[in-house]
């Protein structure tokens, strides 16, 4: 029991993942505006919100639009659908142009805010001043059990947190190990240790690989692509060219201890340059990934309690599958290389 006992927590924490992270319902929010920009006229606009709550409230709904510390609530709305809502703006005035952020607030679901929902053009409409009251004093949502926050423009796919992220710390991990062997190679000369730095990298192309579909899954659902010129997915993809190189790199020499020097040599250099791209350069450019180019990361803007219960346990539990996938193939390799030195003999 006690040579397994971390095999059977890889797969609790990643059975919990699963069952947790994907059965936890998103919580209420707003999702969508339109239209998206204001110019002239009496407009009526349609708040979409998602997992909501607005007919079915008795106590019903206050909307009111906010800018630069000012809000303005509008009197005229009505509850369409749980999930719609209907603004009417009357042109009373003009006002500065500029994006206005729009909060609806009830006793079901709390207050919801999508930031910067409307443009509002100068020579167009402006809202009627009318008393805004204070927000209801339910700071949380009467509805029962955990929910995870729903962010502008994440929805659903914030649950993709408990995967994409946790893929790519095994890659790291594993690379990571892959480094220390050749740096143990180097001294020692044991094939044993370059084999083993082989093998981590070979089981962190895997997870890099699985790191790369769900980013680009993700990218393709926030984003509006599967891949777009950002510092850190480009600086990823090098990260994996150059490790599969380095695959390549051991093909292409027979000699057992020089491919083992060149192997170990080259992994040192690669490792060094993976925290270059992934870790550094994002971190001095422009990105549009989260933590990097002056986005929030996930701990200052996403990650609340209710997700951090999930993806801590997630990241542990990703760590130790790789880990268990680098010991057998570890295993596997050394019995093949036992079995090649019996047969050479």
């Known amino acids: 029991m006690r040579h ?5 927590l890889c797969v609790l924490l990643l059975v919990y993942t699963a069952v947790v992270g994907l059965q936890t319902p998103l919580g209420p929010g707003l999702v969508h505006v339109d239209p998206a920009r204001v110019d002239t006229g009496l407009v009526e606009i349609q708040l979409t919100g998602y997992a909501t709550h607005f007919a079915s409230c008795t106590s019903g709904n206050h909307v009111w639009f906010e800018k630069a510390g000012i809000a303005v609530c509008q009197p005229d709305i009505k509850a369409i659908s749980d999930n719609t809502i209907l603004v009417k703006v009357s042109p009373v005035h003009s006002t500065s142009p500029g994006m206005w952020s729009i909060v609806v607030d009830n006793a079901t679901d709390g207050p919801l805010r999508l930031a910067d929902a409307v443009y509002i053009n100068s020579d167009g409409i402006a809202m009627t001043a009318a008393p805004c009251g204070m927000m209801t004093d339910n700071s949380s949502p009467s509805s029962f059990g955990p929910q995870f926050p729903n962010r502008s423009i994440l929805n659903e796919t914030i649950r993709n947190l408990f995967f994409h992220v946790p893929m790519w710390f095994s890659m790291i991990v594993l690379m990571g190990i892959a480094f220390v ?3 143990m190679h180097l001294r020692s000369g044991s094939l044993d240790h370059d084999l083993a730095a082989s093998i981590a990298v070979n089981v962190s192309l895997l997870f890099g690989a699985l790191g790369i579909i769900t980013g ?7 984003w509006g692509g599967w891949w777009t010129s950002d510092t850190k997915l480009n600086g990823s993809a090098l990260t994996l060219l150059m490790y599969l190189a380095y695959v390549i790199l051991r093909g292409s020499v027979p000699d057992a201890h020089k491919r083992g020097r060149l192997a170990a040599v080259y992994n040192i250099f690669a490792f ?5 791209f992934i870790m550094v350069l994002p971190r001095l450019t422009d990105s549009l990934h989260p933590g990097n180019g002056g986005n929030p990361a996930f701990s200052q803007y996403d990650l609340d309690d209710s997700l951090r219960a999930v993806f801590y346990p997630a990241c542990a539990g990703w760590i130790l599958l790789g880990i268990w996938a680098y010991n057998l193939r570890l295993r596997y390799g050394r019995l093949n290389a036992l079995l090649d030195e019996n047969e050479s003999h």
């Open 4 to 8: 397994w006992w971390w095999k059977v």
């Open 181 to 183: 062997y050749s740096i």
């Open 216 to 222: 680009s899954i993700w990218a393709r659902a926030t």
């Open 272 to 276: 060094m340059l993976m925290l270059v």
